[in-house]
């Protein structure tokens, strides 16, 4: 069972929505090249096979360049659960106990007895810990 205080690590994905943009953009430039390639094979207009020629090489470069970024480095950002602590309070000689929380602890339920008069104590709080500040 984890602690509360455990850090979760994130899953590295790649989103969907940029992976379609990715795929889109290669399957652009990869067209482009094809019609710049045509274009040039029946010397038919010189400048438009050209300009489609650069679109279609920066098309695909951009394609492999968002795809290794999105790849390369996993995010190394954590989650960090805060602790949470239950109060204990014996009604009769008002001592006072903090424990880690548990399962199934609610406000106002008899759980152990006091270590002074031996009665019942009950939950009086349950609370999340504050965090320190960082100066």
Request: proline share 4%; charged share 25%; with cysteine.
């Amino acid at each position: 069972m984890k602690k509360m205080t455990d850090k979760v690590e994130p899953v590295n994905r790649i989103s969907p929505f940029l992976l379609v943009l990715i795929l889109i953009v290669f399957i652009l430039s990869l067209s482009a090249l094809f019609m710049a390639m045509q274009s040039i094979a029946e010397q038919t207009d010189l400048l438009n096979s050209y300009s489609f020629l650069v679109i279609g090489v920066f098309g695909l470069a951009i394609s492999a360049y968002m795809l290794l970024q999105t790849k390369g480095k996993p995010s190394h950002i954590s989650l960090e659960l805060p602790r949470v602590l239950t109060t204990l309070e014996c009604p009769k000689c008002d001592f006072k106990s903090i424990r880690d929380f548990q399962r199934e602890d609610y406000v106002f339920k008899e759980t152990g007895s006091c270590q002074k008069c031996n009665e019942p104590m009950k939950i009086t709080a349950i609370y999340r810990e504050a965090k320190k500040k960082k100066d």
